[in-house]
């Protein structure tokens, strides 16, 4: 028994060099990002991933899906992510919850809403008022693209309570397949599912969220406080590499974008991903830099606050740096 574990300890110490090797051969920082959902809609961030961006400022991102700006913050708030790329409101209602340990956001990467609304009817000649007295597949109450939906609704004179019944008890991720499978007049969705559905032959999309709602900070990358002060090296690297994919999906066209990004996106045909990236770069989907500017948190606490999910906001230099930002443009 004892040579048999000398033997193992032998094995072990020879192995460490070796280890080692591989460590300063690749030299890089290894970190955890947990993104909200997996999507054409963060195109820049998948540019900087299969263009080596990260390799290139020193970083192994290892990338995991939440599926939901709730599962994310936890996962970033629990230690299991560095990072997480989400909605900036999940951020704001930890501020207000007292948090010591607050999550900062310190780059943002859209600038509209990236999901449509799919109707059942794939004949229709689609007006806003014809969602009355339809049903509607929506989100969680606090969310995204729940709020962004009522903010509309509310734009357009809706009573919502009243007008409409919105669904939001089903699953983010799962919402179109409720749809297909018969639930509601309309459903709201993120693509690629709204191609999908539009190619099964079960909908239609008949309006972007995006263009009706005008210029929301949708998405963000935060992580907490405490790790951006003992890690503003890794942050700055990272948001480095977001801006050069950033910068890269504003001076290309959907069809380059497209052959970069094909390799995040196996399940998909390739003329179908060109459509839908195209959808996005048309209406201007992402930002020119990765700066959050103040004027587009007070957009985005409007929008909560309508929704009665806030009852104070806090303030913009609180969960809001843009130093990081700032130098990558530079």
């Given at each position: ?29 290894k ?31 290892e ?83 729940q ?11 809706f ?34 599912t ?33 790790y ?6 890794i ?23 497209t ?19 195209t ?52």
């Amino acid at each position: 028994m004892k040579r048999r574990l000398l033997a193992v300890l032998m094995v072990a110490i020879l192995l460490i060099p070796m280890l080692s090797g591989c460590k300063k051969e690749t030299g890089l920082t290894k970190i955890t990002l947990n993104e909200v959902a997996h999507s054409v809609f963060y195109a820049p961030q998948y540019v900087a991933l299969e263009l080596g961006y990260f390799k290139d400022e020193g970083l192994d991102v290892e990338l995991v899906t939440g599926f939901g700006a709730d599962k994310t913050m936890t996962a970033v708030l629990s230690g299991d992510a560095d990072i997480g790329f989400m909605g900036s409101e999940a951020s704001i209602y930890v501020y207000n919850e007292g948090a010591e340990d607050y999550v900062v956001n310190f780059a943002q990467l859209t600038q509209r809403a990236g999901n449509f609304l799919v109707s059942r009817d794939t004949n229709e000649d689609f007006k806003w008022e014809n969602l009355k007295g339809k049903t509607v597949i929506g989100g969680r109450a606090g969310g995204m693209p729940q709020m962004v939906l009522e903010y509309i609704l509310k734009k357009k004179n809706f009573d919502i309570k009243k007008d409409l019944t919105i669904i939001q008890n089903i699953d983010f991720g799962v919402t179109g397949e409720a749809f297909t499978s018969g639930t509601g007049d309309y459903t709201v969705e993120f693509e690629p599912t709204a191609t999908a559905i539009e190619k099964s032959g079960k909908g239609k999309v008949v309006a972007s969220l995006g263009i009706e709602s005008g210029m929301v900070p949708y998405t963000s990358y935060a992580a907490k406080k405490s790790y951006i002060e003992k890690n503003g090296d890794i942050i700055q690297k990272f948001t480095n590499a977001i801006q050069k994919g950033i910068e890269y999906v504003n001076k290309h066209t959907p069809e380059e974008i497209t052959k970069v990004i094909a390799p995040q996106f196996p399940e998909m045909d390739q003329k179908d991903l060109v459509i839908i990236v195209t959808r996005y770069y048309d209406q201007q989907t992402w930002k020119e830099n990765a700066v959050f500017e103040e004027e587009s948190l007070t957009l985005l606490l409007n929008i909560i606050e309508e929704a009665g999910e806030i009852s104070k906001r806090p303030p913009y230099e609180e969960i809001i740096t843009t130093k990081f930002a700032k130098e990558a443009v530079k």
